[in-house]
């Protein structure tokens, strides 16, 4: 097919959901991409994982139903490069390669499995104009499915921020609750989640002096989450969900920590009736409050920015930073 050399489009294979983004490259410096279709499709791919330690049949069926809607989207669109990464579950499950190669050879997309460390490189990309560009450090707070991420960051140059160091946990939303199940979350249950990741937590904020700088007020952060997106909703009063109310909204710390306690509190039926929770995000909200309560009695932040944006957005940030490299190469040849 006849290809569109401003159009590229990303596929991000989680362990939740499976998301595309196709976008049309614009010469605006501050949003450099035209979004001109996008979608995210449940598709459980962690089901079971933390027992299997594999991929289960049905979840990569659904994967596989998921991609073949995506490939008819871009026939429509003709982007000129199509990225796609696997995360999290891939990294984890024996069959994964397996997987990988069969999607490659039945849809011809080159899925590439990408490591905590490039995972973290794609959602700092995307959302590295919300860092407070006065401040010298950040932090990036990804809670995902498979993982719970941190990122350490050197703010010194806006456009071109440096990861220092990168803390990558299995303690994803998806694996929590196959533990932990979906509903109520006990004090006693909080006190079993924070003892598996507190130390961890404790030892990369020492070594970093993260908390330190904190304190002296040099610390930007970011939260790219669908549970910190929930909270934010709910302080401000959101009846609905509406990703441009959310993206680069601030987040109060206190006060989220106060609503998580009381969401990991109730049942999965009474965070269902949330209207920007919804049923489906219900279901991981209690484990996702969890971890909100663990990671910021660590880290005692005033506030922080929330991305609705993620890793779809970082491939396309690359590619186009990319493509404005080789042309500025070429305006000076």
């Known amino acids: 097919?006849?290809?569109?050399?401003?159009?590229?489009?990303?596929?991000?294979?989680?362990?939740?959901?499976?998301?595309?983004?196709?976008?049309?490259?614009?010469?605006?410096?501050?949003?450099?991409?035209?979004?001109?279709?996008?979608?995210?499709?449940?598709v459980y791919l962690g089901e079971k994982?933390?027992?299997?330690?594999?991929?289960?049949?049905?979840?990569?069926?659904?994967s596989i139903t998921a991609l073949e809607g995506f490939v008819r989207r871009f026939d429509k669109w003709k982007p000129q490069k199509i990225t796609a990464v696997a995360t999290e579950s891939f990294r984890r499950a024996e069959n994964s390669q397996e997987f990988v190669d069969t999607i490659n050879e039945k849809l011809n997309i080159q899925f590439e499995i990408i490591s905590p460390q490039k995972e973290m490189y794609y959602a700092l990309l995307s959302c590295r104009n919300l860092f407070k560009q006065q401040r010298p450090f950040g932090l990036l707070f990804d809670i995902g499915g498979g993982s719970l991420q941190i990122a350490w960051l050197d703010m010194q140059v806006a456009?071109?921020?440096?990861?220092?160091?990168?803390?990558?946990?299995?303690?994803?939303?998806a694996i929590l609750k196959d533990t932990f199940g979906i509903n109520a979350i006990s004090d006693d249950v909080l006190e079993k989640i924070k003892q598996s990741i507190a130390t961890q937590l404790k030892e990369f904020d020492e070594k970093n002096k993260i908390s330190y700088n904190i304190e002296k007020n040099q610390v930007s952060a970011v939260g790219a989450s669908g549970v910190l997106t929930s909270l934010t909703c709910l302080q401000y009063g959101y009846e609905k969900y509406n990703r441009k109310q959310i993206d680069g909204e601030q987040l109060n710390i206190e006060s989220a920590c106060h609503v998580a306690n009381l969401l990991r509190q109730q049942t999965r039926e009474k965070r269902a009736t949330y209207g920007c929770v919804g049923t489906e995000r219900a279901d991981m909200l209690a484990v996702g409050c969890a971890i909100v309560v663990c990671l910021f009695e660590q880290f005692a932040l005033p506030s922080i920015s929330i991305a609705d944006r993620g890793l779809r957005e970082g491939i396309i940030t690359e590619i186009i930073d990319l493509s404005e490299s080789k042309d500025e190469v070429g305006e000076k040849i």
């Open 1 to 42: 097919m006849n290809k569109n050399p401003n159009r590229f489009a990303a596929i991000d294979l989680g362990t939740n959901s499976c998301r595309m983004i196709v976008v049309q490259k614009t010469p605006e410096k501050i949003y450099p991409f035209k979004t001109l279709d996008a979608a995210s499709v449940p």
């Open 49 to 62: 994982l933390a027992t299997s330690g594999k991929l289960s049949e049905e979840a990569m069926e659904r």
């Open 159 to 173: 456009k071109n921020p440096k990861i220092i160091n990168i803390l990558s946990l299995p303690s994803g939303l």
